[in-house]
Antibody, heavy 119, light 110 residues
Framework: DVQLVESGGGLVQPGGSLRLSCAAS????????MDWVRQAPGKGLEWVAK????????YYVDSVKGRFTISRDNAKSSLSLQMNSLRAEDTAVYYC????????????WGQGNLVTVSS | QSVLTQPPSVSAAPGHKVTISCSGA????????VSWYQHLPGTVPKLLIY???KRPSGIPDRFSGSRSGTSATLGITGLQTGDEADYYC???????????FGGGTKLTVL
């Protein structure tokens, strides 16, 4: 079975850093694009970033460009999101998700990890 | 504001049918497949429809999807109280080079 298990969330002060991880199992990790999606309290889903299977292409939403970095370690079937210069508006539940094939669709999601940016 | 536009809420009685619209542009829905997600509070979003009208294994045929031009629609028939959730459309936007979701539609089964 496909599983995506996230870790690394928590409370951080504005301007601080945090690294989220997503451990994947049950599929050939390197064959899939992987994404991060977030949901701020009381808000809808917001796509954050995605990375190609071999790590050669990365895309980000404008609000996190230059602050967040998506990366992957295919040998460990692991996805990461390094978040720097965090702001209060980055407070959200962050989900990792898998994209199968060439179409942008998120077929499996992690359980979600809360990141709270507050002093 | 979201790039894709959905009605904030819809409602219908149990057993009835409801449709949720998703309006976009040529750079997103007009040129890319649409997917739909169901999100119940406190749970993980679930893929309902992909490539405009396909259902993943395990999704009942009460759920259907369509796309026409720069709009897409999710249909749910035989409404059940368990269908009460937030529903999101999503696709890729070629001009912005980002994934985009609609603002979400809260379904209430009266």
């Amino acid at each position: 079975d496909v599983q995506l298990v996230e870790s690394g969330g928590g409370l951080v002060q504005p301007g601080g850093s945090l690294r989220l991880s997503c451990a994947a199992s049950g599929f050939i990790f390197s064959n899939y694009w992987m994404d991060w999606v977030r949901q701020a309290p009381g808000k809808g889903l917001e796509w954050v970033a995605k990375i190609k299977g071999d790590g050669s292409e990365k895309y980000y939403v404008d609000s996190v460009k230059g602050r967040f970095t998506i990366s992957r370690d295919n040998a460990k079937s692991s996805l990461s999101l390094q978040m720097n210069s965090l702001r209060a508006e980055d407070t959200a539940v962050y989900y990792c998700a898998r994209t199968p094939g060439n179409h942008w669709v998120l077929d499996y999601w992690g359980q979600g990890n809360l990141v709270t940016v507050s002093s | 504001q979201s790039v894709l536009t959905q009605p904030p809420s819809v409602s219908a009685a149990p057993g009835h049918k409801v449709t949720i619209s998703c309006s976009g542009a040529s750079s997103n829905i007009g040129n890319n497949d649409v997917s739909w997600y169901q999100h119940l509070p406190g749970t993980v979003p679930k893929l309902l429809i992909y490539e405009n009208n396909k259902r993943p294994s395990g999704i009942p045929d009460r759920f259907s999807g369509s796309r026409s031009g720069t709009s897409a629609t999710l249909g749910i028939t035989g409404l059940q109280t368990g269908d009460e959730a937030d529903y999101y459309c999503g696709t890729w936007d070629d001009s912005l080079a980002v994934g985009v979701f609609g603002g979400g539609t809260k379904l209430t089964v009266l």
